[in-house]
């Protein structure tokens, strides 16, 4: 069974960082992408980072841009995205979801051909 695991979210203070993770399980990171994603209240799900194992290739879109960075360990089939300067605008509950082993990080951020989500991680910035 195709599952996403995310975890890692907390409370952190503004400026302050966090890394989340996100296990797969019933299928290799390798031939996969992952992205990431958030969500909050009162606002439509946004494309965040992205990532292609099979040739490494990564996305960000502007807001996170050189902020937050992609990652993953495929011995531990897991995927990470670290998080800093976090800004109080940065709260959500945040999402990793899977797409196929070509599928383009740029479309994968924008929402399209994701297969499978996680079960999501709040990420509260606050003093």
């Known amino acids: 069974q195709v599952q996403l695991a995310d975890s890692g979210g907390g409370l952190v203070q503004p400026g302050g960082s966090l890394r989340l993770s996100c296990t797969a399980s019933?299928?290799?990171?390798?031939?996969?992408?992952i992205g990431w994603f958030r969500q909050a209240p009162g606002k439509e799900r946004e494309g965040l980072s992205c990532?292609?194992?099979?040739?490494?290739?990564?996305y960000s879109t502007d807001s996170v841009k050189g902020r937050f960075t992609i990652s993953g360990d495929n011995a531990k089939n897991t995927a990470y995205l670290q998080m800093n300067s976090l800004k109080p605008e940065d709260t959500a509950i945040y999402y990793c979801?899977?797409?196929?082993?070509?599928?383009?990080?740029?479309?994968?951020?924008?929402?399209?051909?994701?297969?499978?989500w996680g079960q999501g991680t709040q990420v509260t910035v606050s003093s």
């Open positions: 979801a899977k797409g196929g082993p070509f599928t383009p990080v740029q479309d994968m951020c924008a929402l399209l051909r994701v297969s499978t």
């Open positions: 019933g299928f290799s990171l390798h031939y996969s992408a």
């Open positions: 990532i292609r194992f099979s040739d490494g290739s990564t």
